[in-house]
């Protein structure tokens, strides 16, 4: 397994965990404690925490298989969504800080671009 492959899988599992975890938390630590509105823009950023962390796994797996720069390119796009993403979410909900949501559109471009260039090195596959 190349060194990105096996980073890419421990940030899957990392995130992965993480995001179980703050879905958790959100379900039974905040549920009474923030109203309605913040909580579901918590548990939003879970749900894509979770799903990206997914995405990060199928980057890994499929990186210790075919070596496409695409595949780097992706899992680095995933990466920096799993941080700007739910972090950004999380840092509004828990602070009711609405700045924090012009960060959560930019960790949303980033698991786009991620996606695409998952694709992309799909499609060099089959070409190449």
Do not use: N
Not at 71 to 99: C, D, E, M, N
């Amino acid at each position: 397994m190349s060194f990105s492959a096996a980073l890419f899988g421990v940030l899957a599992g990392i995130t992965g965990f993480l995001g179980v975890a703050a879905g958790a938390f959100g379900a039974h630590a905040l549920g009474a404690q923030l109203p309605s509105s913040l909580l579901q823009v918590f548990e939003t950023g879970a749900r894509y925490q979770l799903t990206h962390a997914l995405a990060l796994g199928i980057v890994a797996v499929a990186h210790d298989r075919m070596q496409r720069r695409a595949l780097t390119v992706a899992g680095g796009f995933f990466v920096v969504g799993q941080i700007l993403f739910p972090g950004s979410l999380y840092a509004l909900a828990l602070t009711g800080v609405r700045a924090w949501g012009a960060v959560t559109p930019i960790g949303g471009l980033c698991y786009i671009a991620g996606w695409l260039s998952l694709a992309l090195a799909f499609v060099q596959r089959k070409t190449g």
